[in-house]
């Protein structure tokens, strides 16, 4: 079976390639994925998926059936990007998909759209190979990532693939892993410290207060290097209905034994606790929430928390899928994601934690270049993820294949 793989990674190597290059080359801010959209369809209309649809919220979902109604795998990746207008200076066109040294240039190259390649065309490489399914593959291009808690995953989760009568039974993430098998990552939880009252001198007062409390906290934490861990903006001040409002927005990074409405509670405490010796004022703390448009018009409000999350390295999951890279030949590395910045995430807070579907990672990209100027993504590993990620899946839902070899083809 390995050998068919191998052997048919060589011929579509240049499209998928190419492919990649196209994806980049369209810019795809959040909520803004209309064109990368219609070029993941146009693909995967090409290729021959069994089925492709664009869902409400723009998602497009590629289906590959197989010969039983379970299981399925969820193969996904985002299509949107952070801006490059946020990422500092550019020296290369974010937008010109160029490669240069064996390395495919540009804007969400890494996050995540050579992943999204690799997806695509493991689809492709099972159908070119003639491998068997007896479960069903989902490959869905999700939006609205980069905005954070997964809204296009919830869509697809929730109300998409039920439609189908598809229910996931495992998810892959195309995220960058550098070919690396990731299995979690740490939680962001972004919120609202309100401090309210009467006076205004009080309220200004309380408001620096607390803000100095966290912004030592966050000297400290960097002293000590290590990924970001909590920002603090300053306080923006508003008067209305004879109170006095300051706002001080937080971004605090939370680990895997820890729950999101712990973390507001404890940081209400130190809030309120710093804000005692300034005067009558009242303190809340709220995760921020916001409503989101997405391209094809829909609406819906999120709260900006995304999960931490852990799966089990030897569960089922993990366990055949470092098996299947063994057996093709392909580098074995658990890890997980570091996320050294503020509001890195992936879509596996959500798949793991509100559905319950084991979930890993294994894309080509760099975590380290991700949002940031002259991002990049290897070119071969782009290629070898096509092969690891078909392996992986035909070993999940694939029906067995002994003592085939590529002149069986």
């Not at 010109?96 to 495919?104: A, D, F, M, P, V």
């Not at 969400?108 to 003639?130: E, I, M, N, P, T």
């Not at 405490?269 to 710093?274: D, S």
């Not at 993504?377 to 070899?405: D, R």
Request: charged content about 20%; glycine content about 10%.
């Amino acid at each position: 079976m390995y050998d068919i793989l191998r052997r048919n990674t060589a011929g579509v190597k240049g499209q998928v390639v190419d492919f990649a290059q196209q994806l980049v080359r369209k810019p795809s801010l959040s909520l803004q994925e209309r064109d990368i959209a219609d070029l993941v369809r146009q693909q995967m209309e090409t290729i021959g998926y069994d089925k492709i649809i664009q869902d409400k919220s723009g998602n497009i979902v590629g289906i590959m059936l197989g010969r039983e109604s379970e299981p399925t795998v969820l193969l996904n990746c985002h299509m949107d990007t952070a801006s490059p207008a946020d990422q500092g200076q550019w020296l290369k066109d974010p937008y010109s998909g160029q490669i240069e040294n064996g390395r495919l240039h540009g804007c969400g190259s890494s996050d995540c759209k050579g992943g999204l390649a690799a997806q695509v065309f493991a689809g492709a490489l099972l159908k070119r190979s003639l491998l068997p399914l007896n479960g069903n593959l989902v490959v869905a291009a999700t939006v609205g990532e980069e905005q954070g808690p997964s809204a296009g995953v919830r869509e697809l989760i929730e109300r998409t693939l039920p439609e189908l009568e598809l229910v996931p039974t495992y998810a892959i993430l195309g995220e960058p892993t550098e070919l690396g098998l990731y299995y979690g990552h740490d939680g962001w939880i972004e919120l609202d410290i309100k401090v309210n009252g009467p006076n205004i001198i009080d309220v200004d007062d309380a408001a620096g207060t607390i803000f100095e409390e966290f912004n030592s906290r966050i000297k400290t934490i960097n002293s000590r290097g290590g990924p970001e861990e909590l920002v603090a903006k300053s306080p923006l001040y508003e008067s209305c209905d004879g109170l006095r409002r300051a706002t001080i927005k937080i971004n605090y990074r939370f680990n895997d034994s820890q729950e999101p409405d712990v973390v507001v509670n404890e940081i209400k405490h130190q809030a309120t606790l710093a804000a005692q010796t300034t005067g009558n004022v009242a303190v809340d703390v709220a995760v921020c929430k916001e409503t989101q448009k997405m391209y094809t018009g829909t609406t819906t409000l999120i709260r900006k928390v995304t999960n931490a999350w852990s799966t089990d390295p030897f569960c089922p999951l993990m366990e055949i899928s470092r098996h299947a890279l063994e057996a093709a030949n392909c580098q074995v590395r658990p890890g997980k994601w570091n996320l050294g910045r503020v509001g890195m995430a992936t879509a596996g807070g959500v798949l793991t934690k509100n559905y319950q579907i084991p979930t890993i990672g294994y894309g080509p990209g760099n975590e380290e270049v991700i949002h940031c100027s002259d991002e990049y993504v290897e070119v071969a590993k782009i290629v070898e993820a096509v092969y690891g990620t078909a392996a992986i899946v035909h070993s999940l839902i694939g029906v067995p294949v002994f003592g085939w070899t590529s002149d069986d083809i």
